[in-house]
C-alpha cells in the first residue's frame, strides 16, 4: 500500500509537471501562432499600400479610373489592418512603439496619394507628375517598409526565441514524463512483486488452511459421536453425518440456521426445554457438560435420549469464535442399563428366595429334629426303666403302650418325610379312600 501510494504521488506530480509543461508548450505554440499572424499581417499591410501605390500610378498614367479599385480597396482596408495589428501586438511593447509612427507614416503616404489622385481629377497632370517625380511618395514608402521590416525583425527574431521555447518545453515534458514513468514503473515492478509474493503467501496459507479444514472436516464426520460448530452468533456452520441422522437436518439445510432450532432438546422428566451446553460453553469460555435426563428432539419429532457437552473454539488469539456440541445416542447404553438393573433386581429376589429358602429348610430342619427326637425321647427313657425290672404288669404295660405309640408317631414322621421327598421328585402316590370328613375336622 506505501509503494503504491508512492506511485500514486509520483504519478500527480508527473501528472502537475507534464500539465505545466504542456500549458507552457501550449502558451508558446499560442504565442508562435499569433507571431505569425503579425508578420502575416504586416506583409498584409505592405502589400495594401503597394496596391493602394500601384492603383494610384496606373490612373496617374491612363486617367482610367479602373485602376483606382486597387487603391479604394486598400484604402478602405488598411486601417482595419492597422488596428488588427495593434490588438496582435499588445503584449509587446516595442512593437507597440513602433506603431504609431507607422500609423502617421501610412495616413501621410494615403494624404499624398489622395493628392495626387485629386489633382489628376482636376487636369493637373503636370502637377501630379512633378509630385511623382519629386520621390517624396518613394520615401514615405521606404519609410513605411523600414517600420514594417524593423516589425518583422523583431517578430522574427520573436519567433526564434518562441520556437526555442516550445522545443525546450518539449524536451523537458518528455524528459519529465520519461523519467517519471520510469520511476513509477520501478516502483510498480516493486508493488506488484510484493503483491505477487504477498498472493502466492496467501494462496499458499489458504491452500493450508483449507486442507486444514478438509482434514478437521474428515475427522469430524468420521468419529462415533455427533458434532455441530457454530459461529459466534450461535448459527450453525457444520454437521457430521452422525448429527445429520441424529437431528434430521442436512447440512445444507443447517447452515447459517440458529443452533437452538436445529439441537431442540428438552429435560426428559419435567419435559421443558434446557440451556443448550454449546451456547453457554461460548459464553462462559469454558467447557460445559449438562446433566442426564435431556432427550433430543429431531426435526420430524423423533425424541432420542442424548449426552452431551459443549465447548468453545478460540482462535490464534485466544477470543472466542465460536463453540462445538458434542452428543451421542443413549437409547442402546440406557436399555443396558435397565436390563442390567432387572438382572440386578432378579438376582437380588432370587438370592432372597435361595436365603429364605435356607432359612426355611433350617427352621424345617430343626423343627422334625425337635418332632423326631420327642418321640425318642419318650422310647428311650421308657426303654431304660423297663431294663431295671421294677415296674408291675400295669405299668409294664402302660409303658409298652407308650413306647408303641411314640414309635408310630416317629414312623409316621418319617413317612412325612418321605412324602415330602416324593413330592420334590415328582414319585408322591396318593391312596385314595372314603374317609369321614366330620371326624376329620
Not at 55 to 70: A, F, N, V
Not at 254 to 281: D, W
Request: aromatic share 4%; charged share 30%.
Amino acid at each position: 500500500m506505501a509503494g503504491a501510494a508512492l506511485v500514486l504521488v509520483i504519478l500527480l506530480i508527473n501528472a502537475l509537471v507534464s500539465y505545466r509543461a504542456t500549458r507552457r508548450l501550449i502558451d508558446n505554440e499560442r504565442l508562435v501562432g499569433r507571431t505569425h499572424e503579425v508578420l502575416s499581417e504586416l506583409e498584409d499591410v505592405m502589400s495594401t499600400m503597394d496596391d493602394a501605390e500601384t492603383g494610384e500610378r496606373g490612373y496617374l498614367l491612363t486617367g482610367e479610373k479602373s485602376y483606382l479599385e486597387p487603391y479604394q480597396s486598400a484604402v478602405s482596408t488598411i486601417h482595419a489592418r492597422v488596428e488588427n495589428l495593434v490588438q496582435l501586438t499588445a503584449d509587446n511593447p516595442n512593437e507597440q512603439e513602433r506603431i504609431p509612427a507607422l500609423e502617421r507614416e501610412i495616413a501621410d503616404r494615403l494624404d499624398n496619394l489622395k493628392s495626387q489622385i485629386g489633382r489628376r481629377k482636376s487636369s493637373h497632370a503636370d502637377g501630379a507628375k512633378q509630385i511623382v517625380l519629386s520621390d517624396v511618395g518613394k520615401r514615405q514608402m521606404n519609410d513605411i517598409r523600414h517600420d514594417i521590416a524593423g516589425m518583422e525583425g523583431e517578430e522574427n527574431a520573436l519567433l526564434e526565441r518562441q520556437s526555442e521555447e516550445a522545443k525546450a518545453s518539449g524536451r523537458y515534458s518528455f524528459l519529465t514524463d520519461f523519467v517519471a514513468n520510469l520511476i513509477a514503473c520501478g516502483l510498480l515492478s516493486s508493488v506488484a512483486y510484493v503483491v505477487v509474493s504477498d498472493v502466492n503467501a496467501r494462496k499458499r496459507a489458504g491452500e493450508a488452511l483449507r486442507q486444514q479444514r478438509e482434514w478437521l472436516q474428515v475427522t469430524l464426520s468420521s468419529i462415533g459421536d455427533a458434532v455441530i460448530a457454530t459461529d459466534t452468533d450461535g448459527d450453525v456452520t457444520f454437521l457430521n453425518p452422525v448429527a445429520e441422522y441424529l437431528t434430521g437436518w442436512k447440512q445444507e439445510e443447517a447452515q447459517g440456521q440458529s443452533l437452538r432450532k436445529v439441537f431442540n432438546i428438552m429435560n426428559e422428566q419435567t419435559r421443558e426445554k434446557v440451556e443448550n451446553p454449546a451456547l453457554r460453553a461460548m459464553q462462559e469460555g469454558l467447557i460445559v457438560g449438562l446433566a442426564n435426563h435431556t432427550v433430543l428432539i429431531a426435526k420430524d419429532g423423533t425424541e432420542t435420549p442424548i449426552d452431551d457437552s459443549g465447548a468453545p473454539i478460540k482462535g490464534a488469539d485466544g477470543k472466542v469464535i465460536g463453540a462445538v456440541l458434542i452428543f451421542r445416542d443413549i437409547t442402546e447404553r440406557r436399555s443396558a442399563e435397565e436390563e442390567r438393573s432387572m438382572l440386578l433386581a432378579s438376582e437380588r429376589g432370587a438370592r432372597e428366595k435361595a436365603e429364605a429358602a435356607s432359612r426355611s429348610k433350617d427352621e424345617f430342619v430343626a423343627m422334625i429334629s425337635h418332632e423326631i427326637r420327642s418321640p425318642l425321647n419318650s422310647i428311650l427313657g421308657w426303654a431304660q426303666l423297663l431294663r431295671r425290672g421294677k415296674f408291675d404288669q400295669a405299668e409294664t404295660e402302660r409303658a409298652t403302650e407308650i413306647i408303641e405309640r411314640n414309635a408310630k408317631a416317629q414312623s409316621q414322621l418319617i413317612e412325612d418325610l418321605m412324602d415330602i421327598s416324593r413330592v420334590i421328585t415328582g414319585k408322591l402316590t396318593l391312596d385314595v379312600r372314603s374317609v369321614d370328613l366330620a371326624q376329620i375336622i
